[in-house]
């Protein structure tokens, strides 16, 4: 009883709070770009992660951040001696503010073609007034931003000699995405995935959800299907998912062995199914 009063108490603090980055200091403190590992960098801020992947034909970049992050990508790509314009592609883990508000004013520095999942692609496109929890709230709208070409889960994304499985993990959105790839260096081959973690925003209800009725099932599936892969090095939309911070300082040499964390992994996804088990367990004893 008195967890349950706790967990409705927190979702309604939690709801109260604006959506936009106000008390997020992390969400716009700038950090210095850095290779990951091979041809994958880290071009976002402290917490929320962009990535940008270069190939011979131009480069992908996975994440925008709020809308004005989009100067500090832009230094940071640049910082790194690429070109803003050899963007070629760009996509996000989720549609959400934190990741994708700069998408539209991304899209016009680069030019690029913006690629989604099918099923992410009309709140893209509605600027976040979709969203089964956040549409309502104007703090968390966005410029919205034409998806030019869509993607299903099991799809790729090619761009040069880098192919991006695209995977279908709905639940923290209903189109969100995690893209595996393989990244060849030096002889040797590493197995990355940029995981769209099946997190639980504070405010959404597991059962009778009348905007997201299938949304449990949406969670137990992409659950389901991540405790199924076996990354070596895993990524995710915010720093602190992974640990980026433990695992790397600035000015640390290039070392993608930092990264290699398997049993971390899989500790993150535990964690998060059982608070997905306890919410929906909780939610199932109310009246
Ligand atoms: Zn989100």
Redesign the pocket.
């Known amino acids: 009883m008195i967890s349950t009063l706790i967990l409705f108490l927190t979702a309604i603090c939690a709801a109260a709070q604006p959506a936009g980055d106000l008390g997020r200091p992390e969400w716009t403190r700038p950090f210095p770009p850095f290779r990951i590992v091979g041809n994958v960098y880290y071009v976002g801020t402290y917490d929320l992660a962009s990535y940008l992947i270069v190939t011979p034909q131009g480069d992908i970049l996975i994440n925008t951040g709020l809308a004005g992050s989009a100067a500090q990508i832009k230094a940071n790509i640049e910082s790194l001696s690429f070109k803003i314009s050899d963007v070629k592609i760009l996509t996000a883990t989720?549609a959400?503010w934190?990741?994708v508000a700069a998408m539209a004013e991304m899209k016009r520095l680069t030019g690029a073609r913006l690629i989604a999942t099918a099923v992410e692609a009309p709140l893209l496109e509605s600027g976040g007034k979709t969203d089964f929890r956040f549409g309502k709230d104007r703090s968390a709208w966005f410029e919205a931003v034409h998806v030019d070409e869509k993607r299903d889960d099991g799809q790729t994304i090619a761009l040069g000699d880098t192919v991006l499985t695209v995977h279908l993990h709905p639940g923290?959105?209903r189109g969100a995405a995690s893209f595996t790839l393989e990244v060849a260096e030096a002889g040797r081959t590493w197995h990355v995935l940029i995981a769209n973690m099946p997190s639980i925003?504070p405010g959404v209800t597991l059962v009778k959800n009348p905007k997201y009725p299938e949304i449990a099932q949406d969670y137990a599936r992409t659950f389901r299907d991540q405790k199924s892969m076996s990354p070596e090095i895993w990524l995710a939309?915010h720093a602190a998912q992974y640990g980026l911070h433990t695992k790397y300082s600035p000015g640390d040499p290039y070392n993608p062995v930092r990264f290699v964390d398997p049993a971390g992994f899989h500790t993150a996804l535990d964690r998060l199914e059982k608070l997905y088990l306890d919410q929906l367990s909780s939610e199932r004893k109310l009246p």
């Open positions: 989720h959400h934190d990741h923290h959105t925003n939309s």
